[in-house]
């Protein structure tokens, strides 16, 4: 028994060994695997980084990934609205085969880009709907937008020019601003607004919104611009008057443009004569337009003529230059114009023959010719962005001398002598229209006749005295209203003000005159140094003796150094920073007619506002880098939502 005990005790014992041993044996195999596999992390981890530095080196490439993507989205966005063209189409589904320029413009970068050929981007965040679009427009100008106001704030001071025209059932406000940076003159497009409000205290309150809303509501703003609306120029209720009461220092210049058109405007008024001239204009204008058949005759009468082939041109009442050219035009192709109505038998081709055939309006024809002629040069120079106050002024005193010249006899005779010779080479009867006029009879008591007259008197007799009277009638009547109009306008800057001015140009006589400047500065709250003058003054004379002659207000202002001449160069910059003109709204409603088409009617005031802006501002919007929007766009679309997309919170954690 004992025995068989002890035999059972000695085979337990060894049992328990043996799974002891294949214990430990297990257990060394299973701790040398993850040793194995802890030494090939840890080899890995040398050569590709940590878990942790995978991760972010992942992430990394994601938001590097989905940059570069949005890259292309800016791209195309930036192009369409630098050209003002659509955006979206009529449908924009799968199965359609025109979705938009947007779209197909990114579809063919897709053909040709080879990061877009490998790249997918995740479905619910493509970036390709009308939302995104719209948001990405509004980065991009109101990136454009922060450059403008940068630059503005760095000047320090600046003008603002505003006006406002009709679209549609709205009333639209343009703003652009003026200032000086560096060493040029800008005019920028700051805003297209919508006008509530319609009289002067609405107006100026909007204008003051919109600089409030880009923060340069606290800046100098020097001088206003508009056009001469009562609601605007008003001295008293007027826009103008409401906007000086935040800022005193803003002189009001009624816009030089408008007022050299006012001149050709006011002077038709009070002709009777003129204004019938140009009403026949318009009348062959519009015969020759509005029917295909008469242009069609037009255009093969210029053709067997050989005349060179030149639309004619429609008239406007608040564009100079239209006036001029329609009168070059019915000039140059008086010849076809007399022939064509000549060959189309209505009562209006008869009647309108009739009257171009007059003398009289020969003579219009010529003497309109040469007297906007002068005033050509002086239209296109106040359309200009650079333009200083006082260069206006010398340009507009010497028109005005120029016109003054041209009343005298020796000009009456030559627009006679170019009259009679149109008539001559088209072949029309020159009759003394002043003989037919019904004139009241003179008693010719107490006087002595010392000449024959009447029947009596010769061809020579006649055409002088026909040559006399349209001088009289209408060549000196034009002028001297023309050189009134001249006189009267172009003085809405105070004479003490204007004289500061002109002081500060190089080509005038009272040039950096110490008495004009001071007066100047202290309407601007400038401290002028007399000594900087002094110096300032002294320094030009040498540079003149040398050769190094100054041309103008800004090569004044370029030669001046801020730190030698700090009080002067504010003074110069005031000066240069008034506006002349507010050409630069006009142009922004010429690209607004543009973008607001009639298929572009639901276009919301936002979205329009934003087009305007990179559509004008064209240059700032392919200066800025897609670096800078695309964080914009990031920042914006943290803020519209609390359920940011897995990209934007990657770009917030990382602070891109």
């Not at 005295?465 to 006189?487: G, T, V």
């Not at 003000?497 to 009272?510: D, H, M, N, V, Y």
């Not at 010429?590 to 009617?601: E, G, K």
Request: hydrophobic share 40%.
């Amino acid at each position: 028994m004992e025995k068989k005990m002890s035999r059972e005790t000695c085979g337990g014992v060894k049992n328990w060994r043996k799974a002891l041993s294949f214990y430990h044996k297990h257990e060394s195999s299973q701790s040398h695997k993850d040793s194995v596999i802890r030494w090939q992390s840890y080899k890995a981890s040398l050569l590709k980084g940590s878990v942790v530095q995978q991760i972010e080196s992942a992430t990394s490439t994601e938001v590097q990934e989905r940059r570069e993507y949005l890259k292309r989205i800016v791209a195309v966005t930036s192009m369409l609205g630098k050209q003002g063209i659509p955006f979206r189409g009529h449908d924009e589904s799968c199965e359609s085969h025109d979705k938009g320029m947007f779209a197909e413009c990114f579809k063919l970068v897709q053909k040709f880009d080879p990061f877009l050929k490998s790249y997918t981007p995740p479905l619910n965040t493509t970036y390709l709907s009308s939302c995104s679009q719209n948001e990405m427009v509004q980065c991009c100008a109101e990136e454009v937008t922060a450059t403008i106001v940068k630059e503005m704030r760095e000047a320090q001071m600046f003008a603002i020019m505003a006006d406002e025209a009709r679209d549609g059932k709205r009333e639209q406000l343009s703003l652009c601003v003026r200032y000086v940076t560096g060493r040029m003159i800008k005019e920028r497009f700051l805003a297209l607004t919508e006008l509530m409000g319609f009289d002067a205290e609405s107006i100026a309150n909007t204008i003051e919104q919109q600089l409030a809303l880009n923060g340069i509501g606290d800046l100098k703003c020097v001088a206003q611009t508009y056009d001469g609306a009562a609601v605007m120029s008003g001295a008293v209720g007027g826009v103008q008057a409401h906007f000086r009461k935040k800022h005193p220092e803003a002189v009001y210049v009624h816009c030089y443009a408008h007022e050299l058109n006012l001149v050709l405007c006011h002077t038709c008024r009070a002709i009777s004569e003129a204004r019938e001239f140009f009403e026949i204009l318009e009348s062959v204008y519009s015969f020759f337009s509005s029917s295909l058949v008469n242009h069609h005759k037009f255009v093969e009468t210029q053709t067997r003529l050989g005349l060179q082939q030149t639309e004619l041109v429609q008239l406007s009442s608040t564009r100079w230059a239209c006036q001029l050219r329609s009168v070059n035009c019915v000039l140059d192709n008086f010849p076809a114009i007399i022939e064509c109505l000549l060959g189309i038998n209505t009562p209006l081709a008869v009647g309108l023959r009739v009257k171009l055939c007059k003398f009289s309006s020969v003579y219009l024809l010529v003497m309109f010719h040469t007297l906007l002629s002068l005033c050509a040069g002086l239209h296109l120079y106040l359309q200009k962005e650079n333009i200083d106050l006082a260069r206006a002024m010398e340009y507009k005193n010497a028109v005005t001398d120029s016109l003054k010249e041209k009343r005298s006899d020796s000009t009456a005779g030559e627009l006679h002598a170019r009259a009679l010779a149109i008539c001559d080479a088209n072949k029309l009867v020159v009759s003394d229209e002043s003989s037919k006029q019904r004139r009241k009879t003179k008693r010719m008591v107490d006087y002595v006749v010392e000449s024959n007259c009447g029947a009596g008197a010769g061809s020579e007799a006649t055409s002088s005295s026909n040559a006399d009277d349209l001088k009289q009638r209408l060549l000196f009547p034009c002028l001297d209203r023309m050189l009134a109009e001249l006189e009267k306008r172009f003085s809405d800057v105070s004479e003490e003000l204007l004289c500061g001015i002109q002081a500060c140009s190089p080509k005038s006589e009272q040039f950096l005159s110490v008495p004009l400047l001071s007066a100047l500065a202290l309407h601007y709250n400038i401290d002028l140094k007399p000594a900087e003058v002094m110096v300032a003054s002294n320094f030009f004379k040498r540079k003149n003796e040398t050769g190094g002659d100054v041309e103008d207000m800004l090569a004044v202002y370029k030669q001046l150094d801020a730190d030698m001449f700090p009080t002067l160069k504010a003074t110069v910059q005031a000066a240069l920073t008034i506006p002349v003109s507010s050409c630069s709204c006009e142009r922004s409603f010429s690209a607004l007619r543009r973008l607001h088409t009639w298929l572009r009617r639901t276009m919301g005031q936002n979205r329009l506002h934003h087009l305007a802006v990179m559509s004008i501002e064209k240059e700032l919007l392919d200066s800025i880098s897609p670096e800078i929007v695309i964080d914009r766009f990031a920042n914006l679309k943290v803020s519209k939502t609390n359920t940011a997309p897995k990209f934007i919170n990657v770009l917030v954690r990382l602070n891109w």
